[in-house]
């Protein structure tokens, strides 16, 4: 049986929301759907709206290991990853706070990203394109070595971003109820539009099937016109780099879990959470991409690309449609959604609005979530001991003020969309350990009180998926940028000296005594090591995985 849960105590987070309230706030997590549908679409073609429908279905069967493993630790907070790291830390102290870090770094760029996004659209509403406020900028660093034309930069998306940066940090200030009921507004406002968006084409019927087939990935002819492009390795790593992005959003409603700790009653809404919010986000991330494509299609050549007597680019072909540079940047995203739906100029802007209250939504929701992990974390002795400090309103401040800070130096960054895919290797890596977690706990803690008890099939498929999803970062993952995979890999392997320090210089190698109580390192309540060597032949065929795709 699983301990109870703590009273909450001053410093400490409370139990004030129900599952509704984790719903609202993981409401956020559909507007996702923003920041890479246009990369996406114009990275691989027709096969796009395919891509989100099977990346949603892969995240609704994970979902379950996730609601299963969050049930059995109602005392905790920080989401499926603190559930996890239980699990693998009887077989390896290392291998544990990958999973806690992989999954705070994959969430956490949804503050710059989705910030940076909220400031284009309204930089752009506001301005013409050419405007001096929408062109200015000083470049700080030039980071050529990571991806070409990568740099930090300040130009006013940056001040813009910060500020709203700065906004959701006062509203999460007050704790977990306050913003439960500022995200319901915000969920109201934001997610009307993206049911509209979702269901007029298809209410109207105006779908033309030439947008969606033949389902070929997109490929070019020698003059650059748009062809349709053949399922041989180069059209596969397109679809396996649509799935693998598509992932960070689609994956993401588990963060409902992360407040178990926070719920009134964590046996029953644990599963509430996670399957409401399942379902909401199967409805946008199959609708929404299917109206996009139905309404701009694929796109044309435009211009086409200027070469020097070299036969090298001087400035890259311009195409119309799903290829458009701003709506691969994500920037020209809003007005693109907006114009689906006709009327006046007003009518627009309106759109336009509640779109940026959908991002807002989704930072929101990524501070809460993120804040907690690294809370988590920190309570649980993966991380940095100051962490761990709540106020008086129960909101985790230090891991907010650490998330505020990490992510205003993102918001510098010149490319959202490479930052979004190296986030996701880390992402691909927590989601790895976590669905292989849901077996080990089977294995290990066969009696344990499990809330709710996911079906074998499902536990099966979840890990079968995550193998899956690790083939697709393998194929996929360097379409984005040819350093995506490695810069990922590096940013995972920081946890190793951060935890170190922590376990060997501030504990003094030994855990703190509540987790040490969740690790069970004897044979108190039927707690068995009974995996014997195979998380460590997952971890293998895993890496083997990667290194074959990547081969290539």
């Known amino acids: 049986m699983t301990p109870n849960a703590a009273q909450a105590q001053p410093g400490s987070l409370q139990r004030k929301i129900g599952w509704q309230g984790a719903f ?70 290392f291998v544990a706070p990958v999973s806690v870090w992989c999954n ?21 509403a506001t301005f013409p394109a050419d405007a001096v406020i929408n062109t200015w900028q000083i ?38 109820l306050r913003s439960s009921r500022v995200t319901m507004i915000l969920g109201l406002a934001a997610l009307i539009p993206l049911m509209l968006i979702g269901l007029v084409p298809i209410l109207t019927g105006d779908i033309s099937a030439a947008n969606f087939l033949p389902i070929a990935p997109l490929a070019y002819d020698d003059v650059g016109n748009v062809v349709n492009g053949a399922w041989n390795i180069e059209g596969w790593k397109l679809m396996a780099g649509g799935m693998f992005i598509a992932a960070w959003s689609t994956y993401a409603f588990e963060t409902s879990v992360c407040y178990t700790r926070e719920f009134r009653n964590p046996k029953t809404d644990t599963f509430k959470a996670i399957f409401y919010s399942g379902l909401l986000c199967l409805a946008v991330f199959t609708l929404v991409p299917i109206a996009f494509q139905a309404d701009l299609g694929l796109g044309h050549l435009v211009t086409p690309a200027v070469l020097d007597a070299a036969g090298n680019e001087i400035s890259p072909a311009v195409y119309d449609g799903m290829l458009a540079p701003d709506i691969y940047s994500g920037m020209g995203v809003a007005s693109a959604l907006a114009a689906m739906l006709g009327g006046s100029q007003q009518l627009s802007s309106m759109i336009v609005i509640m779109l940026v209250l959908a991002l807002l939504l989704s930072i929101m929701t990524s501070m809460a979530g993120s804040s907690r992990t690294l809370y988590q974390g920190a309570v649980d002795g993966w991380l940095p001991k100051y962490l761990s400090h709540a106020n008086e309103h129960g909101a985790p401040t230090t891991a907010m003020w650490t998330d505020l800070c990490f992510n205003l130096v993102l918001l510098l960054m010149s490319d959202y969309v490479f930052v979004l895919a190296v986030s996701n290797v880390c992402y ?27 079906p074998l099939i499902l536990i099966v498929l979840g890990t079968i998926l995550s193998f899956v999803n690790v083939a697709l970062m393998g194929l996929g993952a360097n379409i984005w940028g040819e350093g995506t995979l490695w810069s990922g890999v590096v940013c995972a392997a920081f946890i190793i000296p951060v935890f ?19 690790m069970h390192m004897g044979d108190e309540s039927g707690v068995k090591k009974r995996a014997g060597i195979m998380p460590f032949v997952a971890i293998a065929i895993a890496v083997l995985i990667v290194i074959y795709m990547q081969h290539l």
């Open 428 to 454: 691909i890596m927590f989601n790895f350990l976590n669905l292989n977690a849901g077996w080990i706990h089977r294995l290990d803690r066969p009696n344990w009180e499990r809330p709710y008890k996911a």
């Open 500 to 518: 170190l320090y922590r376990h060997y210089v501030q504990d003094k190698g030994v855990f703190p005594k509540s987790m040490v109580e969740d």
């Open 24 to 93: 609202w706030v993981a409401s956020g997590v559909p507007a996702l759907v923003l920041f890479s549908i246009g990369a996406i679409a114009s990275t691989v073609g027709k096969p796009a709206w395919l891509a989100w429908m099977l990346s949603i279905t892969f995240g609704f069967i994970q979902a379950f290991t996730y609601a299963e493993i969050a049930g059995m630790f109602p005392h905790k907070s920080g989401g499926a990853s603190v559930y996890g790291a239980i699990a693998w830390v009887r077989y390896s102290k």
């Open 139 to 176: 470049t700080l660093m030039d980071l050529d070595f990571i991806k070409s034309g990568l740099s930090l930069r300040i130009n006013a998306t940056f001040i813009l971003g910060a500020a709203v940066l700065l906004a959701v940090f006062g509203i999460q200030h007050g704790g977990i």
């Open 104 to 124: 705070w770094l994959a969430w956490t760029p949804v503050l710059a990203i989705g910030s940076g996004l909220a400031a284009g659209y309204i930089l752009l």
